[in-house]
């Protein structure tokens, strides 16, 4: 059982988790995902099954890579993982002007540099930060460019102020969050973080995890909502081949293709077989679905 299935991810639960169990149900162990989501954040998580992981690496590369958030931040504290699961390390109960808060997000519109979190999966000296900040060892976090599309404050409920961000891979939010809060002079917490996009993958795609465990023990095929391996390919070119050069090529041979170079999806009639590159008018497999 090959292909996707766009999770909305709950909040409490690990990104890995999530696949994991999704994958239990589909028969196998072979899975994989886009774009990791902390267990606070709820959202958009594309999950590979089977051989669609295959397509991991080229589904990353065939769309800009923006993604979109929604999120909330509260003002007058911080705590050492940036959101509001974290402990608090420092207060001030400072609330700044809404106007100041609104005016002070053009700063971060374009390419700018980004201090990772402390707890991050960004790699420091061999490991992962979050480990080091777990053991209770300050990671060293070197700046990083991002780059912010669109940036907006849509509103505020309650304590928590609201935002939307259009965003490349690699920002992270609660960065962000703590970034818009020391450009006005405050300090702030996320307390909600929402993945309404990614790598051209919406909400409108999406199904819950819980909604799919129902159907599954209730004997129903769950098999419906899993999106072809080639799904979200799109952007990169087709070439079809006829019985016999398609069982040459999976078999590793080499055929002859059109004068575009670069990458093709591989068909054979409605079949996807897989990835391969067209170089001097010769198809090499690349990455092959078996």
Request: hydrophobic share 40%; aromatic share 8%; charged share 25%.
């Amino acid at each position: 059982m090959d292909g996707w299935i766009i999770l909305d991810k709950d909040t409490g639960l690990f990104s890995r988790t999530a696949g994991g169990r999704l994958a239990r149900m589909l028969g196998t162990r072979k899975f994989g995902h886009i774009g990791t989501l902390d267990p606070m954040a709820s959202g958009v998580l594309p999950v590979a099954i089977g051989n669609a992981t295959k397509m991991i690496p080229f589904l990353e590369d065939a769309h800009e890579n923006v993604k979109e958030y929604v999120f909330g931040m509260r003002f007058g504290f911080e705590t050492n993982t940036l959101d509001i699961t974290g402990v608090q390390t420092a207060r001030d109960d400072f609330v700044p002007d809404e106007n100041a808060v609104r005016a002070s997000l053009q700063h971060f519109i374009g390419c700018v540099m980004q201090t990772p979190p402390a707890f991050s999966a960004v790699h420091v000296g061999g490991a992962r930060a979050y480990e080091m900040a777990r053991r209770g060892v300050v990671p060293e976090m070197r700046p990083r460019p991002i780059t912010i599309y669109q940036l907006e404050m849509t509103g505020r409920c309650g304590d928590s102020w609201l935002f939307r961000v259009r965003c490349s891979r690699g920002t992270y939010v609660r960065a962000l969050g703590r970034d818009i809060a020391r450009r006005c002079g405050a300090m702030a917490t996320v307390d909600m973080i929402r993945r309404t996009e990614t790598n051209g993958f919406t909400l409108k795609n999406a199904v819950k995890l819980d909604f799919l465990e129902n159907l599954f023990n209730n004997g129903a095929d769950i098999g419906q909502y899993l999106m072809p391996a080639d799904f979200g390919l799109g952007d990169i070119p087709v070439a079809n081949l006829d019985d016999g050069d398609a069982d040459l090529y999976i078999h590793g041979g080499f055929v002859d293709a059109g004068p575009v170079d670069g990458l093709v999806r591989v068909y054979n009639g409605e079949k996807f077989i897989g990835i391969g590159v067209v170089s001097d008018g010769i198809l090499r497999p690349k990455r092959t679905i078996l």
